[in-house]
């Protein structure tokens, strides 16, 4: 029940697919995540994956995605995930520390966070990277002066639920900066976000995040 076979029927997906990933190429169709690509004009590729889970609502997301100490159990290459004061309802400011293989730098990720509500049972958490010029407001950069900041991220997570089950659709871009070949960091997202998904699928249904839909959305204005 917790695997990733437990997903919507390939049936039920042909038509919104072909749709959602007009212009994308496909990298990996297995177990019902797909996961597709489209190449930027900087070379770097943004990634869109979907999959679907059963007998799980949006609340059991939102919790596991808000449960920083279990973090790196689930979400590839992160050392750890840390929420920041902020002060607007269902929205977030997250420092991010990923794990690089050596030689590369080890990376960090600052980036703000929102919840809108798109329809009754829909709903997206829109995430992008802050501007170099504002890190100073959330952070003690001094402290983070061993790592690279990963700029710009534009991303966003889409929660769909019909009555039994949750399609989770999740895109990103992002540049790690430094001196990685656009090769090597294309490939190690890709690897990255299947890995996540994968580790979603086991995480997802534990009891701890079983609750009704009680989360908070917030008009994302500065998102427009």
Known sequence: MKKLCKYLLWSLLVLP???VYANWQSWYSKDNL????QKQASGLISIKAQANFDNVN????LNLL???QSAPEWLSNVRSVKSLPWHIKGENIVVTVLNAPWPVK??????HSCHRLVSEATSR???KSIDESKRAEFLSLEQF???IFVAPIEGSWLLEETSNTLLITHQIYADPQGKIPTWLSNKTALKGVKKTFQNMAQQIYKKEYQADNNFITSSCSTFE
């Open 34 to 37: 797909f996961i597709s690509y």
């Open 125 to 127: 958490l829109l995430i």
């Open 145 to 147: 002066k061993k790592y």
């Open 58 to 61: 949006r609340q059991a997301f």
């Open 17 to 19: 697919f072909s749709q």
């Open 106 to 111: 080890d990376r960090v990720m600052l980036t």
């Open 66 to 68: 808000n449960d920083t």
